[in-house]
């Protein structure tokens, strides 16, 4: 029987896509940056399913590209070019297994939408707070193996910090099965934290005890200008103070990042009158029903009697709330229709980074005048999408050629800040060969071991991360 009969004998044959047109959206991914060529797209819908695959692949040699959502941002969920690879779709193994309320916990399948299982978690009067731009159609196995971050980590954690247990399918086919819901459990190696952030280069997550939390009765959302990031540190600082753990979001945006904003944005519009040089999208949130607009109230009142903030609008209604939102998150739409961008997803710690800030203008400007900064994303957790849009009617081929060098200047900084070049996208195809450089030999080293040990053929995800 040939490879292809075989997968069909697992999945099913209308779940072995081999035609160019049906497999073309598994292919490319959302900036264009790569794009693959594979033997077939295998979609299983059980763990047996999938065991039965990965098993298969072990026993023939064959490469496998997980795939959940293919929103990654960094290459990971996109084979080579050979055509050799499969890619391993996830997005049929989808259910909801189970529902403790007591243990507030939720087992979920890896390819539930992440849209999905917040709304899983919400019918059951509960939260599950990851929260990101690519929500509606991300995956939570793909948030889990990319360990994502997004707009509420400031209050919850990352990804990882959202799970309990995790049933992961090992390179030779056997299920690792560890859909623990305990809290405590000190019996040895926490090896679920092996495979989170791994980006389906040590196992194919297929299933995850998440923790759920409870549900938002009261939100404040403010849109806030100010005149530089000094000022956006001071208030993180004084809202951490006033409002403690009702702190859920704290996005900076910069002027440039805004204006790109108002300018090709639908039906957007400013909340406030001035322009200013510096904006914060603040968010407190509170199981308590009462109580949150005094604290927002009063926390922007100090804000301003101290000279942190220049003004400040506190959305009234839902619709003016989602507005503000919006014009977070529109920028990486919008900044395409400026030109070409190089990107960069870095943190620092948190008092480093008005500095690097300023820092990254005066280098890359220097390097490439005209070049555009359009810095924006989660000072609250030190992560900054710090992306250079090309110099107005630059030639877009020209700009993007410099995407190393530009990366290599802003790069040099955050390590002299000793921060990370890449805080939530991860590593994938984009950085695999920038890391040597900056992360630790000796944790080189163990990541090699580790993939060695549990890959030795090295069958899953070839080519990313290491
Ligand atoms: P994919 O893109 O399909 O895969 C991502 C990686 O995980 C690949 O390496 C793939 O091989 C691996 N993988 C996928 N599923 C599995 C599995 N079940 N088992 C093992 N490996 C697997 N990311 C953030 O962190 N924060 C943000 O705020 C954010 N905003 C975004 C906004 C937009 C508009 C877009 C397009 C992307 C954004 N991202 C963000 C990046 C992306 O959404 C996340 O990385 C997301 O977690 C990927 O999920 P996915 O299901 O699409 O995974
Ligand atoms: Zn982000």
């Not at 060969?433 to 040990?453: C, F, G, N, Y």
């Amino acid at each position: 029987m040939n490879l292809l009969t075989r997968f069909a004998a697992i999945a099913g044959e209308a779940h072995v896509l081999t035609r160019d047109a049906d497999m073309a959206p598994y292919l490319s991914e959302p900036r264009d940056l790569y794009k693959g060529r594979a033997l077939c797209v295998v979609r299983p819908a059980s763990t047996q399913e999938v065991s039965g695959v990965v098993a298969l692949c072990a026993e023939t040699g064959t490469s496998l590209v997980p795939q959940g959502g293919n929103t990654g941002l960094v290459g990971g969920q996109t084979p080579d070019a050979s055509g050799h690879e499969i890619v391993l779709s996830l997005t049929r193994l989808n259910r909801l297994r189970e529902l403790d309320l007591a243990s507030n916990t939720m087992i979920v399948e890896a390819g539930m939408v992440l849209a999905k299982v917040q709304e899983e978690a919400e019918r059951a009067d509960r939260l599950f707070p990851l929260s990101l731009a690519a929500e509606g159609s991300c995956t939570i196995g793909g948030n889990l193996a990319t360990n994502a971050g997004g707009t509420a980590v400031i209050a919850y954690g990352s990804a990882r910090d959202l799970v309990l247990g995790l049933e992961v399918v090992l390179a030779d086919g056997r299920v690792l099965s560890d859909l623990s819901k305990l809290r405590k459990d000190n019996t040895g190696y926490d090896l679920k934290h092996l495979f989170m952030g791994s980006e389906g280069t040590l196992g194919i997550i297929t299933a995850a005890v998440l923790k759920l939390f409870p549900k938002r009765r009261a939100i404040e959302t403010a849109f806030i200008g100010l005149a530089n990031p000094e000022n956006a540190l001071d208030l993180l600082k004084l809202t951490r103070a006033m409002a403690g753990p009702a702190l859920t979001t704290f996005e900076l945006i910069s002027a440039r990042a805004f204006d790109f904003v108002l300018h090709h944005g639908e039906d957007v519009r400013s909340p406030l009158q001035d322009r200013h040089a510096w904006y914060v999208l603040l968010e407190l949130t509170s199981p308590n029903a009462h109580g949150l607009s005094e604290v927002m109230l009063a926390l922007l009142e100090a804000a301003s009697t101290q000279g942190m903030i220049e003004n400040a609008a506190i959305a009234a209604t839902l619709d003016q709330r989602q507005d503000f939102w919006r014009l977070r998150e529109l920028i990486p739409e919008v900044q395409k229709r400026e030109g070409g961008s190089i990107k960069h997803d870095v943190s620092l710690p948190i008092s480093a980074v008005p500095t690097f800030l300023k820092e990254v203008e005066s280098v890359v400007t220097a390097a490439m005048p005209g070049a555009r900064l359009v810095p924006f994303g989660h000072l609250g957790d030190g992560n900054i999408h710090c992306n250079v849009s090309q110099p107005e009617g630059a030639d877009k081929e020209a700009f993007l050629s410099r995407w190393a060098e530009i990366n290599e200047i802003v790069h040099a900084i955050v390590t002299a800040h000793h921060g990370s070049i890449s805080a939530e996208h991860g590593i994938g195809q984009l950085k695999r060969d920038l890391l040597p450089s900056v992360k630790d030999p000796v944790a080189l080293d163990l990541m090699r071991a580790l993939k060695k040990t549990l890959d030795p053929k090295g069958i899953l995800n070839p080519g990313k991360v290491l």
